[in-house]
């Protein structure tokens, strides 16, 4: 079947520059993508999220860019701190599949201080 | 706050043991979740539940049944451990409605059979 995935499984940032994840999904009838973070010992936190409807939406220090023409999703993180080390998972769902979340295999960031 | 509580945080089953994993929120979601959680495969999606006393499959069934018997539970049920069911497993669950929204997760249950 169509899956999500992450572009890099790993990603190193150094503390206060600018980090961009990256996802790639490849069913054309998903509609809605969520970023979630999962920091060690804990259960995916959700970030953001945007509708197929849209092409960016940010929030607190966060932007999700969505290009529907490449099917292409990105996470940016502004400012990168200590406590954005974590995977990070896209997700997609699209109507008429229940509201099941397809999740990619994660992106793991650490940030170097 | 918004809370998806499981019920133990770390396991250790014998192979062939019949195990439970439950999940309590207490957002009144009428969709809960169960993933399972392993190196490099992602999120996977065992079952899922969209209302009380209802079921359905997610991408990896096999080897686990559920039940959800009131709104604000959904329990995860290995029939028979084994080995390759050492994995982290994930509840879930999220509002029901026309549009898709965000699921809440639990903290996860680790889960080693031996």
């Known amino acids: 079947g169509e899956s999500v995935g992450l572009h890099l499984p790993t990603l190193s940032v150094q503390e206060g520059d600018n980090s961009i994840i990256n996802c790639a999904y490849s069913n054309s009838a998903s509609d809605y993508f969520i970023w979630y973070k999962q920091e060690s010992g804990k259960g995916p936190q959700f970030i953001i999220d945007?509708?197929?409807?849209?092409d960016k939406r940010q929030g607190q220090r966060v932007t999700v860019l969505l290009n529907k023409t490449v099917k292409h999703l990105s996470l940016q993180i502004a400012a990168t701190q200590p406590g954005d080390s974590a995977v990070y998972f896209c997700?997609?769902?699209?109507?008429?599949?229940?509201?099941?979340?397809?999740f990619g295999a994660g992106t793991t960031v650490t940030v170097r201080a | 706050d918004v809370k998806v509580t499981q019920s133990s945080r770390y396991l250790v089953k014998r192979t062939g043991e019949k195990v439970f994993l439950e999940c309590v929120q207490d957002?009144?979601?009428?969709?809960m979740f169960w993933y399972r959680q392993d190196p490099g495969l992602g999120l996977r999606l065992i079952y899922f539940?969209?209302?009380?006393?209802?079921?359905e499959k997610g991408d990896i069934p096999e080897g686990y049944s559920v039940s959800r018997e009131k709104k604000e539970r959904f329990s995860l049920i290995l029939e028979s451990a084994s080995t390759n069911q050492t994995s982290m497993y994930l509840c879930?669950?999220?509002?029901?409605?026309?549009?898709?929204?965000?699921?809440?997760f639990g903290q996860g249950t680790r889960l080693t059979v031996v």
């Open positions: 539940s969209y209302d009380v006393k209802m079921k």
């Open positions: 879930a669950s999220s509002l029901a409605g026309i549009m898709n929204t965000e699921a809440f």
């Open positions: 957002m009144d979601h009428e969709n």
């Open positions: 945007i509708r197929s409807n849209m």
């Open positions: 997700a997609e769902s699209f109507f008429s599949n229940d509201y099941k979340l397809s």
